[in-house]
């Protein structure tokens, strides 16, 4: 009776460890052999694609700091202002942050999530008092029936700030990348390049599993037992497993000479031709990131990368292609909205003639237009960008 019982609980045990889904075992096959991508979610690929990716790190940092050194100008269509109230507040947005920190922080978000948004605190008649760069993965578009904003929600832990959209302006100043499937949110070039980032964060994490393992190919130990044996006991394999690891793996093992005992002998194995496309693979990675953001790979130290003669060449792409559109469209966003507080029409945009990085483009386009007789003073004026002269003073 008691070897029946015995018998019986043991023959039950292994229905316990059935599994109580029917369908867990297709999920399980379904996802052998699958690649794992990162999520597509702001956090994910800022934690993985910014703080976690050198090459995205420094590619949003290269373009949040170029854009937001640029210096502004204030003009419309009589005059261009060198003291007004819009570009105190720009200067001095808030008692944290200055003109650099604010148009930083606004880039940054805005490569990184697709969306920026800038809150005006004290807001009344006039312009705000201060201006706050608001986290994008905070921050939620509450549409109305229309379909256009009424409302912006900003979440934190739980808690709900609702910013009401609905009045003549916004307390929000919203800008957003093109996105083509998405009505209220921008698409972030870190988006598309997130295959691109796990495959070079990929390549990182093989590369510090090579040097840890003393950055030798591995090898096999085989073993010849004296008696025609074939496999060894299981005392002998924890043994030998134990030494392995404990006194030849890793970087402070390595050189160490290896004493094997008889039977035994180390067969090294060289890399394969996988293994060594491993760094070409990584470099591909970097470049497809460094494209999706905009900047030439030479600017990022990339190796191989030869498409421009030298390094101001390369320069001068990186403004005129990258810099000077994305800070051109935003300071035009943030400048209708603060002329809209204000209740002015005036234009808030880069000064392309102070930077160094165009210099050899301004001297030419200076020449061509001083060159054309056929053309008035105020025509010319008008091409370079500059607002027309008070009546009286067009220098004819």
């Given at each position: 009776?008691?070897?029946?019982?015995?018998?019986?609980?043991?023959?039950?045990?292994?229905?316990?460890?059935?599994?109580?889904?029917?369908?867990?075992?297709?999920?399980?096959?379904?996802?052998?052999?699958?690649?794992?991508?990162?999520?597509?979610?702001?956090?994910?690929?800022?934690?993985?694609?910014?703080?976690?990716?050198?090459?995205?790190?420094r590619a949003v940092k290269l373009i949040a700091?170029?854009?937001?050194?640029?210096?502004?100008?204030?003009?419309?269509?009589?005059?261009?202002?060198?003291?007004?109230?819009?570009?105190?507040?720009?200067?001095?947005?808030?008692?944290?942050?200055?003109?650099?920190?604010?148009?930083?922080?606004?880039?940054?978000?805005?490569?990184?999530?697709?969306?920026?948004?800038?809150?005006?605190?004290?807001?009344?008649?006039?312009?705000?008092?201060?201006?706050?760069?608001?986290?994008?993965?905070?921050?939620?578009?509450?549409?109305?029936?229309?379909?256009?904003?009424?409302?912006?929600?900003?979440?934190?832990?739980?808690?709900?700030?609702?910013?009401?959209?609905?009045?003549?302006?916004?307390?929000?100043?919203?800008?957003?990348?093109?996105?083509?499937?998405?009505?209220?949110?921008?698409?972030?070039?870190?988006?598309?390049?997130?295959?691109?980032?796990?495959?070079?964060?990929?390549?990182?994490?093989?590369?510090?599993?090579?040097l840890d393992n003393a950055a030798r190919p591995?090898?096999?130990?085989?073993?010849?037992?004296?008696?025609?044996?074939?496999?060894?006991?299981?005392?002998?394999?924890?043994?030998?497993?134990?030494?392995?690891?404990?006194?030849?793996?890793?970087?402070?093992?390595?050189?160490?000479?290896?004493?094997?005992?008889?039977?035994?002998?180390?067969?090294?194995?060289?890399?394969?031709?996988?293994?060594?496309?491993?760094?070409?693979?990584?470099?591909?990675?970097?470049?497809?990131?460094?494209?999706?953001?905009?900047?030439?790979?030479?600017?990022?130290?990339?190796?191989?990368?030869?498409?421009?003669?030298?390094?101001?060449?390369?320069?001068?792409?990186?403004?005129?292609?990258?810099?000077?559109?994305?800070?051109?469209?935003?300071?035009?966003?943030?400048?209708?909205?603060?002329?809209?507080?204000?209740?002015?029409?005036?234009?808030?945009?880069?000064?392309?003639?102070?930077?160094?990085?165009?210099?050899?483009?301004?001297?030419?386009?200076?020449?061509?237009?001083?060159?054309?007789?056929?053309?008035?003073?105020?025509?010319?004026?008008?091409?370079?960008?500059?607002?027309?002269?008070?009546?009286?003073?067009?220098?004819?």
């Amino acid at each position: 009776m008691v070897l029946d019982f015995l018998r019986k609980g043991r023959d039950a045990a292994p229905e316990l460890e059935e599994k109580a889904s029917a369908t867990g075992p297709l999920v399980a096959y379904a996802n052998a052999g699958r690649v794992t991508w990162t999520a597509r979610d702001t956090g994910s690929l800022t934690r993985l694609g910014f703080a976690g990716n050198p090459v995205g790190f420094r590619a949003v940092k290269l373009i949040a700091e170029a854009a937001a050194a640029l210096p502004l100008v204030l003009q419309d269509e009589g005059q261009r202002y060198g003291q007004h109230p819009m570009l105190s507040l720009i200067h001095e947005p808030n008692t944290a942050q200055g003109k650099a920190e604010l148009f930083e922080a606004l880039y940054g978000h805005l490569l990184l999530a697709g969306d920026a948004y800038v809150e005006a605190v004290g807001a009344g008649a006039g312009l705000p008092t201060e201006l706050h760069v608001l986290r994008s993965d905070r921050m939620r578009v509450i549409p109305g029936a229309d379909g256009w904003p009424v409302a912006y929600d900003y979440l934190v832990d739980g808690r709900r700030h609702r910013f009401d959209a609905t009045g003549p302006v916004s307390p929000v100043c919203h800008v957003r990348a093109f996105h083509p499937q998405d009505d209220h949110y921008g698409l972030s070039p870190i988006q598309a390049a997130a295959q691109a980032v796990d495959v070079h964060n990929s390549a990182s994490r093989w590369s510090k599993g090579l040097l840890d393992n003393a950055a030798r190919p591995s090898g096999a130990i085989v073993w010849t037992g004296g008696d025609g044996q074939g496999s060894m006991s299981n005392d002998q394999f924890e043994r030998l497993r134990d030494e392995m690891e404990s006194l030849h793996q890793g970087a402070r093992n390595a050189g160490r000479p290896m004493l094997l005992e008889g039977g035994l002998d180390w067969k090294p194995m060289g890399f394969s031709p996988s293994d060594m496309e491993f760094q070409q693979t990584k470099e591909a990675a970097a470049r497809e990131i460094a494209v999706a953001f905009g900047v030439p790979p030479m600017l990022l130290g990339i190796p191989g990368e030869a498409t421009f003669a030298n390094y101001q060449e390369a320069h001068r792409a990186f403004y005129r292609l990258t810099v000077l559109p994305l800070a051109t469209r935003v300071t035009a966003a943030v400048g209708r909205w603060l002329s809209a507080h204000l209740g002015e029409e005036v234009e808030l945009k880069p000064d392309l003639d102070q930077v160094p990085a165009l210099s050899a483009e301004r001297d030419a386009q200076w020449a061509r237009v001083a060159q054309a007789d056929f053309l008035t003073a105020a025509e010319k004026r008008r091409m370079l960008g500059l607002p027309d002269l008070p009546q009286g003073e067009d220098g004819e």
